[in-house]
Nanobody, 120 residues
């Protein structure tokens, strides 16, 4: 399984970005897809996930980020709005069989990450 993220970059506070994650190597359906992020000196933290038509968000991004998936394209998206400097991190796409989890240890495959930098 390969996951390739794209869409990161530099944006001013209050701006928006959309991250994409293209999956290959297996059937997309039936797997939870998630996004985590890791800022320098901090642990990797859960951002959002989707499985079986449901979506889940960390409290810190609820109302600002939206996760979606296109099973026909084997792609999951993370639309990020009202970005804040504290959203600055490397964002990782990940996947696991079955329902989502908020623990990074429960995921099986990871992308290489994409940098998101929000300037104040």
């Amino acid at each position: 399984v390969q996951l390739v993220e794209s869409g990161g970059g530099l944006v001013q506070a209050g701006g928006s970005l959309r991250l994409s994650c293209a999956a290959s190597g297996r059937t997309f359906g039936g797997y939870a897809m998630g996004w985590f992020r890791q800022a320098p000196g901090k642990e990797r933290e859960f951002v959002s996930a989707t499985s079986w038509g449901n979506t889940y968000y960390a409290d810190s991004v609820k109302g600002r980020f939206t996760i979606s998936r296109d099973n026909a394209k084997n792609t999951v998206y993370l639309q990020m709005s009202s970005l804040k400097p504290e959203d600055t991190a490397v964002y990782y796409c990940t996947t696991r069989l079955g329902v989502h989890s908020m623990r990074y240890e429960d995921y099986d495959y990871w992308g290489q990450g994409t940098q998101v930098t929000v300037s104040s």
